[in-house]
């Protein structure tokens, strides 16, 4: 069977390729980036899934199953330009799926449309509604395409579609928001505060993708791996040094000093935990991560 991947040419799109590949699925991708040393036959197709070109793969190739990767959660891109490739991208994407008869979608969104409050539950369930964007305004494109992916299971009733809202990835090939903020060695932390962070290995990010695939699920699902870790240790274990900031000065120590520059709002990730109950997707699907958080700090460490 044929899936088309958006996103393809991303760390973990690739990671995901590998393994839909030996699992005997027929890959093809779109991503305005290119994949030169793709593995033989999978055919990357550069193009804005916004526009003509990739509505032209899905009319002429017909995917059975879309995995959605192609977002943005780096903030070096303007908030305009998030909106449009984040809401607009997924809005694509989705029309596309039932113009052209695709049979299953998956989302894979992230936790931190949970948003980060003091007083939210030290667990998110499924049921709990993603408040990211009032606590985080950089967020909101991307609640709002976690909310239009989630809206396709009562508008496209025929469609299996599946909102994956993923951790923290870290790993070797130091891609994610988690990995930027650690990849300095200098980390600024909020004085006083060492919330619990939980991640989960890139590869075993990638598997869960891959296994959503293969036992068609339909629904909203948490995906997490080992247990969080405080702040404070995930620094340690993975080489960096911690940098106490006393909250009144946290913006205005961003991206001086060596420190990274992180939107406002980010401080709020800085001092509350987002941490989920995956007991839903386990139960799913028996998947059980391959790395511990040890194991997955000191990927990252050492890469």
């Given amino acids: 069977m044929k899936v088309l991947v958006t996103g393809i040419s991303s760390a973990i799109g690739r990671m995901l390729t590998r393994r839909l590949l030996a699992a005997g699925w027929q890959v093809i991708g779109i991503d305005r980036r290119p994949w030169p040393d793709a593995p033989e036959g999978v055919e990357v197709f550069r193009a804005d899934i916004r526009k003509r070109p990739a509505e032209e793969v899905f009319r002429t190739h017909r995917p059975k199953a879309v995995i959605h990767m192609a ?61 990211g964007g009032s606590t985080f305004p950089e967020l909101a494109d ?64 990638a598997q869960a993708i891959a296994v959503a695939l293969q036992q068609r699920l339909r629904g909203i699902y948490n995906v997490a ?17 911690a940098w106490p900031i006393p909250e009144p000065l946290y913006n205005a120590f961003l991206g001086r000093f060596g420190l990274p520059k992180l939107p406002a709002g980010a401080i709020n990730h800085i001092k509350h935990p987002v941490v989920l109950d995956a007991s839903a997707f386990r139960e799913a699907t028996d998947y059980t991560h391959q790395f511990d958080e040890v194991q997955t700090m000191n990927a990252f460490r050492w890469a």
């Avoid at 791996?225 to 040094?241: A, R």
Wanted: proline share 8%.
């Fill in 71 to 131: 977002t943005v959660s780096h903030f070096t891109t303007s908030f305009e330009e998030r909106y449009r490739i984040n809401l607009g991208g997924t809005q694509a994407v989705f029309d596309n799926c039932e113009r052209y008869g695709v049979e299953q979608a998956i989302f894979v969104g992230r936790h931190t449309v949970y948003g980060a409050m003091p007083d939210a539950p030290m667990y998110h369930s499924e049921e709990d509604p993603p408040l």
């Fill in 142 to 205: 991307l609640v709002a395409a976690d909310l239009y992916a989630g809206s396709a299971l009562w508008r496209m009733p025929e469609l299996d579609t599946v909102v994956l809202r993923i951790v923290y990835t870290l790993g070797p090939s130091r891609y994610g928001n988690l990995a930027r903020f650690l990849e300095t060695g200098r980390v600024p932390t909020v004085m006083g505060f060492d919330p619990l962070y939980q991640f989960i290995h890139e590869e075993d990010a």
């Fill in 225 to 241: 791996g080992p247990q969080p870790v405080p702040l404070s240790l995930l620094i340690k274990i993975s080489g960096g040094k």
